[in-house]
């Protein structure tokens, strides 16, 4: 009984990347005290059409933020917007985007693994294997749960190549 306890609490950020993003209360990181990784700075596409979208472009706001736009929506895209602002994280050496609604800054956020090879760009979704969303009650309390997450195997899931247009 447990154990489907666990698997429907993890559901909502298996679908991240994956399918329907679900919004989390609280950044994983600080916005605007953390540096702007600037090789995410550009247009990405992957091929996979039933994914979120398939073309985005990355432009930096500031030092330590940028703007996400969606250029083409894919089959699985749910937003209300094609327009992010985002932030990085590093949590246990592993290196997070985590995004929210460009125009609305009271929204949720979306939260990313990734990992740069060269010029292409893999995304992750990040399984909460731990405690759950429901573990998620601030951004202390997040980054506990991705750091327990990650120890883990199989806490990173669905991976995406993007590669620099």
């Excluded at 700075?41 to 996400?68: C, N, Y």
């Excluded at 969606?70 to 997070?96: I, N, P, Q, S």
């Amino acid at each position: 009984m447990k154990r489907k306890h666990l698997l429907w609490a993890m559901l909502p950020l298996m679908a991240l990347i994956t399918g329907c993003p679900v919004g989390v209360d609280f950044p994983l990181g600080e916005p605007g005290k953390e540096k702007l990784d600037e090789q995410l700075i550009g247009t990405w596409v992957q091929p996979d059409t039933a994914m979120e979208a398939t073309r985005i472009a990355i432009e930096k706001i500031d030092k330590h933020s940028f703007k996400l736009t969606v250029l083409e929506e894919g089959g699985m895209f749910m937003e209300e917007t094609d327009f992010f602002r985002g932030w990085c994280t590093k949590v246990d050496g592993y290196t997070f985007v985590y995004l929210q609604d460009l125009n609305n800054p009271a929204g949720q956020y979306l939260t990313y693994c990734y990992r740069m090879d060269g010029d292409d760009l893999y995304t992750y979704d990040m399984t909460l294997a731990v405690g759950g969303i429901d573990a998620v009650t601030s951004t202390e309390a997040f980054r506990k749960e991705v750091s327990a997450s990650l120890k883990l195997e199989g806490s990173l899931t669905s991976e995406v190549k993007w590669s620099r247009q």
